[in-house]
């Protein structure tokens, strides 16, 4: 027997899209305090190293050896290469610097692996430098991308529902992806995240999670316009939502136990993607209920108020 529930989500729209826009409000305020969104070497360019230690080597040791001098912003993070198991430990270093520093940042950085592990203790696999005109692309592509995103979803809501329900689910991802990007903006401030661009495919992961329970939900309206008919459309957007809980709980539950597994035992190299999944799909769950429903509801009760009074 099916699980039927009669929550009255729509008594609280109007609170629940201001504390929307205040969450957006104050993760704003963060970027605006930090003079921007904090990129990461992908975008801002800088100097990376590959390298294999022969030995097991703490990643908090060489951390550490990297702690004092002339290093400040340095990354390191560690990884598993499956393809050889000639290294007891991988690591990779990110530092974002000016690219006519990139030879003394090598030589500093080969220096100081030299003096703390032993010039014969470790391999460079792969060394680079990424130019500010590589972020600057990668930056435009990142926009342009989630541009065509929106507007494709756009396009495809509208011919599938309607265009209010097109406008609904478009602003409940510009929603999701304002207050992940806030939320990320804050932990950057106390705790140093970066937008990077495993972040980049977590957002754009994110937005298709939240369209999809979206459209389930307005899929489920769709069917009761026809089946409630007469029925007010605040009560049956009401009953919409309580009829695709159930399915949304649990797809959610489902998903947020992965993410969870994947931040506890996934490491540092992807910790940026899978927290970044994490708040996304709480956002976006959260929206599909919350934001994209409300802003229906408020249209069509603005319609039918304009339809009464020209009637009148």
Not at 207 to 219: E, P, R, W
């Amino acid at each position: 027997m099916a699980l039927k529930t009669k929550f009255d989500f729509m008594k609280f729209k109007m609170t629940a899209l201001l504390i929307s826009a205040s969450v957006i409000v104050v993760g704003l305020l963060f970027i605006v305090m930090q003079k921007g969104l904090d990129y990461n070497i992908e975008f801002n360019g800088g100097y990376l190293m590959q390298a294999g230690f022969y030995e097991k080597v703490n990643i908090s040791d060489i951390r550490n050896a990297f702690s004092a001098g002339d290093f400040a912003g340095i990354e390191i993070q560690e990884f598993s290469d499956q393809n050889t198991e000639k290294f007891g430990t991988e690591v990779v270093l990110k530092v974002e610097t000016a690219q006519q520093d990139i030879k003394t940042l090598e030589k500093n950085i080969t220096e100081v692996l030299n003096t703390k592990f032993g010039k014969d203790k470790y391999e460079v696999r792969q060394s680079t430098s990424i130019g500010p005109k590589v972020g600057d692309e990668l930056k435009s592509s990142t926009i342009q991308a989630i541009f065509w995103t929106v507007l494709l979803i756009l396009l495809y809501i509208t011919i599938k529902f309607q265009f209010k329900f097109a406008v609904a689910a478009v602003m409940a991802l510009v929603h999701d992806v304002s207050i992940t990007v806030g939320i990320l903006s804050i932990l950057g401030f106390f705790f140093g995240y970066e937008i990077s661009l495993p972040v980049i495919a977590a957002l754009l992961t994110i937005l298709g999670y939240s369209l999809n329970d979206t459209i389930v939900v307005f899929d489920r309206i769709r069917e009761n316009i026809k089946k409630l008919e007469g029925m007010d459309f605040e009560k049956m957007v009401n009953t919409s939502i309580n009829e695709t809980l159930v399915r949304t709980l649990l797809t959610g539950a489902c998903s947020f136990m992965v993410v969870i597994i994947l931040i506890i035992f996934g490491g540092e190299v992807i910790r940026d993607l899978t927290v970044t999944l994490l708040i996304g799909m709480i956002v976006g769950t959260y929206s599909s209920v919350y934001v994209a429903a409300p802003i229906v509801v408020v249209w069509e009760n603005f319609h039918h108020r304009k339809r009464h009074l020209k009637k009148a």
